[in-house]
């Protein structure tokens, strides 16, 4: 384990709040991601980004923005736009390029209520 | 459109008795696949990708383009096999990973 991190491991919001989710990585990798994991959904992608200052939206990426000013880290803010907030993230890195293995995080729980 | 199905959510085998996490994808392209794993209180990390064609901790998984397949097999369970396994998909023409539902794998001592 180590090499990338999340904080916190556990958040929690009031409903209308905007609250952003720290991914770090200190393993030189180029692509970043952040993942949604619910219950019987597996992982869907919100947003990616393979290289610093350009990002991509990924299949659920509504309600979410991101920013890359930085290789080694990649922030998630979950807007109040939003519907359905409450889910575990995992942010993950890789090298850039096709197949290269992704490098979970330890994940983020948000409870929005 | 659901690129990785993974049919089973639950699967519970003895120790020792053979075991087949089942994959499907849906994709024309040349994929790559991949399995990863999700044991308690660990990461999810990468188990096998079958580009390597590799056997990793006893598993393996063979990938079948007439069947649009790439199921996870072990001859003999094991105990600390018990976890949730997701299988995985990355286009050729990009760098974003579709990943499966999962399943929960239960090796019953």
């Known amino acids: 384990d180590g090499g990338i991190t999340q904080s916190p491991k556990y958040l929690f919001r009031k409903e209308g709040q905007n609250v952003t989710l720290s991914c770090e990585q200190n393993l030189n990798h180029d692509a970043m991601y952040w993942y949604r994991q619910d219950p019987g959904q597996g992982l869907r992608l919100i947003y990616y980004?393979?290289?610093?200052?350009?990002?991509q939206k990924g299949d659920i990426a509504e309600g979410y923005s991101v920013s890359r000013e930085k290789k080694e880290s990649f922030p998630l803010t979950v807007t109040s736009a939003q519907k359905n907030p409450t889910a575990f993230y995992l942010c993950?890195?890789?090298?850039?390029?096709?197949?290269?293995?992704?490098?979970f995080g330890p994940g983020t729980r948000l409870t929005v209520t | 459109a659901q690129r990785v199905t993974q049919p089973e959510k639950l699967l519970s085998v003895f120790k020792g008795a053979p075991v087949e996490l089942k994959c499907n994808y849906s994709y024309s392209g040349s994929p790559e696949l991949f399995w990863y794993v999700q044991y308690s209180r660990q990461r999810l990390q990468l188990l096998l990708r079958?580009?390597s064609r590799e056997s990793i901790k006893g598993f393996t998984a063979d990938l079948n383009k007439g069947e649009t397949s790439f199921h996870l097999k072990k001859p003999f369970a094991q105990e600390e096999d018990s976890a949730m396994y997701y299988c995985?998909?990355?286009?050729?023409?990009?760098?974003?990973?579709?990943f499966g539902t999962g399943t929960s794998l239960t090796v019953i001592p």
């Open positions: 980004s393979q290289i610093v200052n350009d990002f």
């Open positions: 993950a890195s890789s090298n850039r390029g096709y197949s290269y293995e992704q490098y």
């Open positions: 995985a998909l990355i286009k050729n023409t990009g760098n974003q990973f579709y």
């Open positions: 079958h580009i």
